[in-house]
């Protein structure tokens, strides 16, 4: 079984899906790191490596052959990523939608206690501007190499909006809707 999960930045993705990664004992594939390694291999930020693939078809097609190999070849297995849902077509699809100004609220957070070294921002407004600008550059890309919105909800089995919620309540939701699509879960929450 394949676990795809994608979401707007700040939405909890990853907190998610660590999580998930150890209650089901899946291991968890992040391609946001994959994506941030080649950046740093090539001395730019992430930001910018987003813009260079919006006129060349270079890391997101490094990425999404990785994912399309992931799936063929793994079993019981979380991958985080924009394009995994298409990727891994036969995967149950998790979207983690959040209003962008608590996401960006939530990223400024992170950065100031350090969980997110590579990002660092003054204020929460850059971190929305930050955000908004990813979030055009990955429609922009991804509606140009595959003819999709990685945002749109119609994407994904399982939608879960997670603005107005702790990360336990988000945690629950997700596996509740999880068992409801198959997957056994081995606790009691």
């Keep these: ?88 077509p036969n995967s149950i699809k998790i979207f983690f939608e959040v209003d962008p100004k608590e996401g960006a609220r939530r990223i400024f957070k992170d950065s100031k206690e350090g969980k997110r070294p590579e990002e660092r921002y003054s204020t929460v407004e850059e971190v929305y501007k930050a955000n908004k600008r990813r979030v055009e550059s990955d429609i922009k890309r991804y509606k140009k190499y595959y003819g999709f919105n990685c945002y749109d909800h119609k994407h994904y089995d399982i939608v879960i909006d997670t603005t107005n919620k702790t990360v336990d309540q988000v945690l629950q939701e997700t596996l509740e809707a999880l068992k409801k699509h198959g997957v056994k879960v081995n606790r009691n929450s």
Excluded: Q, W
């Design 1 to 88: 079984m394949i676990i795809t999960i994608s979401g707007k930045p700040g939405s909890g993705k990853s907190t998610i899906a660590k999580k998930l990664e150890k209650i089901l004992g899946f291991k968890r594939y992040y391609m946001g790191g994959e994506r941030r390694k080649i950046a740093r291999k090539l001395g730019i930020t992430l930001e910018e490596l987003n813009k260079r693939d919006e006129k060349e078809f270079f890391s997101d097609k490094i990425v999404d052959e990785y994912i399309v190999k992931l799936a063929k070849e793994k079993d019981n297995i979380i991958i985080e990523g924009r394009t995994a849902f298409h990727f891994a």
